[in-house]
């Protein structure tokens, strides 16, 4: 495809149920990130991988929080037993290759609300 | 640690005004900076960028200057239109961290007829 594509678009969960979001990067991108944005601020840094080995989760909040990119293209981003707190968009972005100020692709996002 | 402020929103403007949305950072090393702008209803968006001091990233009219000595990156733009409404995001990242962007907390522009 032409963009970095997410699903579900919108995602509602009850509290403690586990959710997994999808991330379809573009094609041939090594690098992909996760970000997470809470209502009315910016997004903040989860993780990053590069092809698929995860160099970077330190902005993960909590060991609820996992993601994997296991060939290097697709990623899954999962959140167990979720939160109230959780309730938020993801975002998740590609870029091409492994540069600092390699600009970022972004997807339209998940939106998570957890009741 | 790392962090970007902008200036609070929302702004608005009437069209052709002159835009000035300010941008201050703090980095412990030598950051790139961006300008993101996010539209109605779609994702992130790179808008402009700068990688060293006095650099100025431009694109479609909006422009932004890279200044170490005030550590501020904040976006002009002479002449908005209507199409320019969106959430406009300051962030930087560092060299060695592979574009793990810090990002501000966004400021909403609304521009009127």
């Known amino acids: 495809g032409a963009g970095v594509s997410q699903s579900p678009r919108y995602k509602v969960a009850k509290r403690g149920q586990d959710v997994a979001l999808r991330c379809d990067p573009i094609?041939?991108?090594?690098?992909l990130f996760w970000y997470q944005q809470a209502l009315g601020q910016g997004p903040e840094f989860l993780t990053y991988?590069?092809?698929?080995?995860?160099?970077?989760k330190s902005g993960l909040p909590s060991d609820r929080f996992f993601a994997e990119r296991p060939e290097g293209s697709v990623s899954t981003l999962k959140i167990q037993r979720t939160q109230q707190e959780d309730s938020a968009v993801y975002l998740c972005?590609?870029?091409?290759?492994?540069?600092?100020?390699?600009?970022?692709?972004f997807g339209n996002g998940t939106r998570l609300t957890v009741t | 640690g790392n962090s970007v402020t902008q200036m609070e929103g929302p702004v608005t403007l009437s069209e052709e005004a002159f835009l000035t949305i300010n941008c201050t950072y703090t980095?412990?090393?030598?950051?790139?900076l961006f300008w993101y702008v996010q539209y109605p209803g779609e994702g992130l968006q790179l808008l402009l960028k700068?990688?060293?001091?006095?650099d100025k990233g431009s694109n479609k009219g909006f422009e932004a200057t890279y200044r170490k000595e005030t550590t501020s990156f904040h976006l002009e733009k002479g002449s908005v239109q209507v199409s320019d409404s969106a959430v406009y995001f300051c962030?930087?990242?560092?060299?060695?961290?592979?574009?793990?962007?810090?990002f501000g907390t966004g400021t909403r522009l609304q521009v009127t007829l």
């Open positions: 972005a590609s870029s091409l290759d492994r540069q600092y100020n390699s600009p970022l692709h």
């Open positions: 962030a930087l990242s560092l060299t060695g961290t592979a574009s793990k962007l810090t």
């Open positions: 980095a412990t090393g030598y950051p790139s």
């Open positions: 700068a990688t060293k001091a006095d």
């Open positions: 991988f590069q092809n698929e080995a995860q160099l970077d």
């Open positions: 094609s041939g991108h090594v690098s």
